[in-house]
């Protein structure tokens, strides 16, 4: 059975930090991604990491800002966060699938999703 459990999230100030982690068992992905959702906007693909190669994508809106890294076992995934926003504030899913040649960023194209975790960051 294929599980993704997430962790971290919480409340910060602008300009502070956060990280987040997701373990992923069940099956071994092509890429974790981690999308966010803000009430009334769309969802966004945050970052991505490939599991077998290490590559790493991110949206320009996190550029420079977030990193997306994973353990050397490659089963958990990790989002440090840094100079977080307001504009940031949302609910985090990390999502993985088992794809190649689809634009990471596509959430329709992932099966497997968390259950979430909330990034509150106050002006």
């Known amino acids: 059975q294929v599980q993704l459990a997430e962790s971290g999230g919480g409340s910060v100030q602008a300009g502070g930090s956060l990280r987040l982690s997701c373990t992923v068992t069940g099956f071994r992905p092509s890429n974790v991604a981690w999308f966010r959702q803000a009430p009334e906007k769309e969802r966004e693909g945050v970052a991505t990491?490939?599991?077998?190669?290490?590559?790493?994508y991110y949206a320009d809106s996190v550029e420079g800002r977030f990193t997306i890294t994973q353990d050397n076992a490659k089963t958990s995934v990790y989002l440090q966060m840094n100079s977080l926003e307001p504009e940031d504030t949302a609910k985090y899913f990390c999502?993985?699938?088992?794809?190649w040649g689809a634009g990471w960023s596509r959430g329709e194209t992932y099966p497997h999703w968390g259950q979430g975790a909330q990034v509150t960051v106050s002006s």
């Open positions: 990491i490939w599991v077998d190669t290490g590559n790493t």
């Open positions: 999502a993985a699938r088992r794809l």
